[in-house]
């Protein structure tokens, strides 16, 4: 299993930058498929980037064009760069893993707290 701690998240003014860190426990961290979600209160989350092993990458269209995922397998991290924030974006954003090549977001089996970022207009 991997372990999984976020960072990086606070309060920004719209049309700013953040860059969120996810850092990853263990010794097959490039065998993941890394996913960023966030989450508003009272919605189920929404995946908005992943990355998979065979470094393909996926966002949300709500994100494309402003937020950027990467990942460093050889310090087990993951990172989401956003730009051009917008009030829209304010949410509670968590870190997710799985071992699955090819997941849908339901199958992302492992989790962070989560780093809330709030986006004032």
Same mark, same amino acid.
């Given at each position: ?8 998240? !606070?309060?920004? *003014?719209?049309? $700013?930058? &953040?860059?969120?860190? +996810?850092?990853?426990? $263990?010794?097959?961290?490039?065998? =993941?498929?890394?996913? #960023? ?21 996926? =966002?949300?269209?709500?994100?494309? $064009? ?12 993951? =990172? &989401? ?13 968590? +870190? ?9 977001? *339901?199958?992302?089996? =492992? #989790? !962070?707290? $989560?780093? *809330? ?5």
């Amino acid at each position: 299993q991997v372990q999984l701690v976020e960072s990086g998240g !606070g309060l920004v *003014q719209a049309g $700013g930058s &953040l860059r969120l860190s +996810c850092a990853a426990s $263990g010794r097959t961290f490039s065998r =993941y498929t890394m996913g #960023w979600f966030r989450q508003t209160p009272g919605k189920e989350r929404e995946l908005v980037a992943s990355f998979t092993r065979s470094s393909r990458t996926y =966002y949300a269209d709500s994100v494309k $064009g402003r937020f950027t995922i990467s990942r460093d397998n050889a310090k087990n991290m993951a =990172y &989401l760069q956003m730009n051009s924030l917008k009030p829209d974006d304010t949410a509670v954003y968590y +870190c997710a893993a799985t071992l699955n090549p090819a997941p849908n977001p *339901q199958e992302y089996e =492992y #989790w !962070g707290q $989560g780093t *809330q970022v709030i986006v004032s207009s």
